[in-house]
């Protein structure tokens, strides 16, 4: 199963100031947007994929929301409001989660209290990581293994220091062009590239 992993900076952990923070710095609809565009197919969902966000605006430690498609239960609706009362759901439950505890809610989701960094670590260990980068290998000239791990950000650019650390550890860097696209643009590309090598 391939892997999508979306960080995000200025997301709160606590449900309520998640729900707060729609339309303002953290940006957080930008998330819903990354969910459907993952994981929904016409008439169903991609069993093939999962999609994680790595929250970062905390008063203790980052929070990974996971989605796996192969586990995806019934959900309320797929509105912006509904996926967004999904995940705050989820984090309302993780409230207090100590340092890399794992929960899984009702809903198959599973949250995890930890880093960015640290969750590419692990992956690293067992997968192809890439990122996205404009001056990175064109995406239509690669041929991805499978269970591979893409790395996206929301709005907010990955800073360099973090964009170099990555390269040192070995994720790959690939362009799918040279016009910058929202996130949830871009897991729509890489999985047309996905499909089409199948």
Do not use: W
Not at 26 to 34: K, P, S
Request: aromatic share 6%.
């Amino acid at each position: 199963m391939n892997e999508f992993v979306v960080r995000a900076r200025k997301a709160p952990t606590r449900a309520d100031d998640f729900l707060a923070a729609v339309g303002k710095e953290g940006h957080v609809e930008y998330l819903a947007q990354i969910f459907n565009n993952t994981l929904f197919v016409s008439k169903g969902h991609r069993e093939n994929v999962i999609l994680t966000f790595v929250l970062e605006d905390s008063k203790d430690y980052s929070r990974a929301i996971t989605v796996r498609g192969d586990q995806l239960g019934s959900l309320a609706g797929t509105t912006e409001a509904d996926i967004l009362d999904l995940l705050a759901g989820s984090l309302r439950l993780a409230e207090g989660l100590a340092k890399e505890a794992v929960i899984v809610t009702p809903e198959g989701i599973i949250v995890q209290a930890i880093s960015f960094e640290h969750l590419v670590k692990e992956r690293l260990e067992t997968q192809q990581v890439y990122l996205l980068d404009k001056k990175g290998a064109d995406v239509r000239q690669q041929d991805f293994e499978e269970n591979a791990v893409f790395l996206l950000t929301d709005h907010i650019p990955m800073p360099r220091k973090t964009f170099k650390s990555l390269k040192r550890q070995g994720v790959a860097n690939i362009s799918l062009g040279p016009i910058m696209l929202h996130a949830s643009q871009c897991v729509v590309l890489i999985q047309n590239e996905l499909d089409r090598q199948l």
